[in-house]
């Protein structure tokens, strides 16, 4: 079992061929309608080589002068299976200029992949989490510490769990004081000697940002003390919160699962509260977000409601102090399909809440549409978008500018249409994928403009600029590449 948690859930693309670019490259896209818009720049960093390179997160210096992404490169261009080193690099964001890249490499040279990231608050050091290959079938949590300006290693912490096997981190997140960074994953803790299974327990650990100690270690399990995958975190109002997917009573059945949200105290690591989401069937949570405050906190995922692929949309919201559910909300189309919420973004002020993912089109279900809902802070739908394009779309990160007027979706559109005639539908498909963003008005949910990067990849992850002027999106696929657009 190499990864129970992947960084993206869509549908599964067949690579096509790279298109190289060079650093802080000029606008290049097509516009194919009203409102395509061409990217102001793309940096690019590491060997062009199909599947082998990814820009999976991305955060900016507080004054929005610099970029930092993470990510992975084949650390061999010659071994037709390569293993990956982290990459690490920072971006010029007047320029597109790339500036220092960094590598990590852990002790036994195996596989190391980034998997998240996080900014001090004043922007001087960067934090990266990823599973690194201690010895063959033994992963550990590795985070790695940078200067920010000159892309200096500060140190690196690494976590071998109990079952001295599998420990996989999923997220990091900083505190707001800047002392403390956190990283949760899942972590093996022995095998089930009734069935033989892996026990996975959700892990989360607290690290002194200045050395790298580790302050404290949590590890939660659900009433089955069997699957406990987290796929979410966040640092508010001090406390860490996480949620997981948690087996439920059954400690034998994967029909029995449940999102599972925690709260602990940032000092200490005490568990303030746990609160357990049962549809009745198999639940999934993928994305956890908080208030700056820390009053509340929203969840958004999937219910598997038959076993075959049928899913709805489910969002949460929480009292982040008690634990307390304040609402629960479902989306599902009308012809029953596959509907998955992959990431929940709040408005800076705090009155909304929007979850985007993507939902299968009833007309033709083998394509996905983009969903982008918007939510109050009650639970109250507000708006719902659909988008898509010949093939589908499906995003993976939202997020909102400082100043409230932007919402922006990033993630992929896959089966590319070139022509008619033939294919599914009337429709002759490409084995082709494109990173695509979408921007849209937060209190319409009007679409103002969109988006499509002309390379084989997807969007992992954005952040925008201090002003508000200004979105950037981290690129995974055949290139690592952050791609700035006007907002």
């Excluded at 948690?5 to 549908?11: I, P």
């Excluded at 892990?203 to 580790?214: L, N």
């Excluded at 949620?243 to 034998?252: E, F, I, K, L, V």
Aim: proline fraction near 5%; charge should be negative; include cysteine.
């Amino acid at each position: 079992m190499r990864r129970l948690v992947v960084l993206f859930v869509a549908a599964t693309v067949i690579a096509g061929s790279a298109v190289a670019r060079a650093n802080a490259a000029p606008a290049t896209c097509t516009v194919r309608s009203a409102v395509e818009r061409c990217e102001v720049w793309a940096d690019a960093s590491g060997p062009p080589v199909d599947g082998q390179n990814a820009s999976v997160a991305i955060g900016q210096t507080p004054d929005g002068s610099r970029l930092v992404t993470a990510g992975y490169r084949p650390n061999s261009l010659t071994n037709p299976l390569p293993t990956h080193d982290y990459m690490v690099g920072t971006t010029d964001t007047a320029t597109g200029r790339h500036g220092w890249t960094a590598f990590y490499d852990g002790p036994s040279g195996g596989e190391d992949e980034a998997t998240a990231l996080a900014m001090s608050p004043d922007g001087t050091k960067v934090f990266v989490t990823g599973v690194s290959e201690h010895a063959p079938n033994n992963d550990d949590f590795a985070t790695v510490a940078y200067d920010v300006a000159t892309g200096t290693q500060l140190w690196v912490a690494r976590y071998d769990g109990p079952g001295d096997s599998l420990d996989y981190p999923t997220a990091i997140a900083a505190s707001q004081d800047g002392t403390l960074a956190f990283v949760t994953g899942y972590s093996q803790l022995g095998i089930d000697p009734a069935t033989g299974i892996q026990v996975l327990g959700a892990t989360t650990i607290a690290y002194d940002t200045a050395t790298g100690a580790q302050r404290w270690l949590q590890t939660y399990q659900g009433p089955a003390h069997l699957w406990d995958i987290p796929t979410g975190l966040a640092a508010a109002g001090g406390r860490v919160y996480i949620t997981a997917r948690s087996n439920g009573a059954s400690p034998t059945s994967d029909n029995d699962t449940d999102d599972a949200t925690v709260a602990y105290d940032q000092a200490t690591g005490t568990q303030v509260w746990a609160s357990r989401y049962d549809s009745g069937t198999r639940d999934y949570p993928h994305a956890l977000t908080a208030t700056p405050d820390g009053s509340r906190v929203y969840v958004t995922g999937e219910r598997d409601w038959n076993g075959f692929g049928g899913s709805d949309v489910v969002s949460l919201g929480y009292d982040g102090a008690t634990g307390a559910m304040a609402w629960s909300a479902v989306y599902a189309t009308p012809g029953g399909g596959n509907e998955m919420g992959l990431s929940v973004a709040v408005s800076p002020a705090g009155d909304k809440v929007f979850v985007t993912g993507f939902g299968s089109d009833d007309i033709t279900p083998v394509d996905r549409s983009a969903v982008t809902i918007a939510y109050s802070s009650a639970g109250q739908q507000l708006w719902l978008q659909r988008h898509t394009n010949p093939g589908g779309e499906a995003m993976a990160k939202a997020t909102v500018s400082p100043d409230g007027q932007r919402l922006y979706v990033t993630g992929l559109a896959v089966g590319q249409s070139f022509g008619g005639g033939g294919g599914v539908f009337g429709i002759h498909y490409v084995d082709a994928q494109a990173p695509v963003t979408l921007a849209y008005d937060p209190a319409s949910g009007a679409l103002s403009w969109s988006a499509h990067f002309t390379d084989q990849g997807q969007g992992r992850d954005a952040v925008v600029s201090p002003d508000s002027k200004h979105v950037y999106v981290a690129v995974g696929g055949s290139d690592a590449v952050t791609v700035a657009y006007d907002g």
